[in-house]
């Protein structure tokens, strides 16, 4: 009876230890530190990060382009000036200047 008893355990001890070492493996394989759900956060984090260099990026090209422009081999004194009255609000004395309400001139 003892014989048979060690046998049988002996016959169900190794296909559990593999199925529990199978178990193990296949777990960490899906939600381990480098399973399946840890790389699809990771993607959607590069996704994120990604875009948000992008978006820097291209900010950083508009402010470049700006200080291109802004250089004194490339910039036009007749742009600065027109951009310059523009932001500032203000007519150069030679300028005809028309009133939109009432449609009347001022020189």
């Known amino acids: ?16 230890v593999f199925l529990g ?24 984090e590069l996704a994120q990060a990604t875009a948000q260099y992008q978006a ?9 382009t700006k200080i291109t422009d802004l250089s004194g081999q490339s910039i036009h004194p007749d742009m600065l000036d027109e951009q310059a009255r523009e932001v500032l609000n203000l007519a ?3 300028d005809i200047v028309i009133d939109l309400i009432s ?4 020189e």
């Open 21 to 44: 070492i199978t178990y193990y493996f296949g777990w960490n394989a899906v939600h381990g530190k480098s399973g399946l759900e840890a790389q699809q956060v990771q993607k959607a």
């Open 1 to 16: 009876m003892q014989r048979l008893i060690k046998y049988r355990l002996r016959a169900i001890i190794t296909p559990a």
């Open 103 to 106: 449609g009347r001139t001022a």
């Open 92 to 94: 150069d004395p030679g």
């Open 56 to 64: 820097v990026h291209a900010e950083r090209q508009a402010w470049q």
